[in-house]
């Protein structure tokens, strides 16, 4: 059985994760989606509400062979944890490229029977990141089409909640 791993601190997932996971869904038996808790980042959603936004999202595209789960610390002991052999990464641009090539050399490293697999991002995703969409989050603008449906649903209750 042929199992990889994608994972990122998706704070929040976007459409351009879900176009990756979409694809590394076809490619592999088995995906599991990890969600980093970095105790030295202070994230704008929590692990919780990370793995329940992707959790349904996952739903909503009716990818039936990925798992969603936490993991703190190092990506090749997640992967060892979930039998993964594949370390599925998305590619954006040059600068995504530099940042994972190191990466690689890294996990390699630590896990040399750990190969990482990427893909490219469609060409309708390259602008998109996390970043951007909590930069629009935080002065009031929409995030419609940069985040699945079912998330943009998720966060403009959050929103309407904190707002009360
Ligand atoms: O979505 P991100 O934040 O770009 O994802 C990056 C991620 C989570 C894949 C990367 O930061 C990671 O693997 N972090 C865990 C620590 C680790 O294993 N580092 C590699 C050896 S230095």
Do not use: W
Not at 2 to 15: E, H, L, N, Q, R
Not at 77 to 95: C, E, K, P, Q, T
């Amino acid at each position: 059985m042929k199992k990889a791993v994608f994972a990122g601190s998706f704070d929040p997932f976007t459409i351009g994760h879900l176009d990756v996971l979409r694809r590394a869904a076809v490619l592999f038996d088995e995906v599991c989606v990890g969600v980093l808790v970095n105790p030295e980042k202070r994230p704008l959603f929590s692990p919780e509400e990370r793995c329940a936004m992707i959790e349904a999202a996952v739903r909503d595209a009716g990818i039936e062979n990925a798992s969603v789960m936490v993991f703190p610390g190092l990506l090749v002991d997640f992967a060892r944890a979930v039998g993964a052999a594949y370390n599925v990464r998305g590619l954006r641009n040059g600068m995504d490229f530099e940042y994972e090539y190191s990466m690689e050399y890294f996990n390699r490293r630590l896990c040399p029977g750990l190969e990482t697999v990427y893909l490219a991002a469609d060409p309708a995703h390259v602008q998109i990141s996390s970043s951007a969409v909590r930069m629009l989050m935080a002065s009031g603008a929409g995030i419609d089409g940069l985040v699945p449906d079912q998330i943009c649903k998720i966060i403009a209750e959050r929103v309407k909640r904190d707002e009360q």
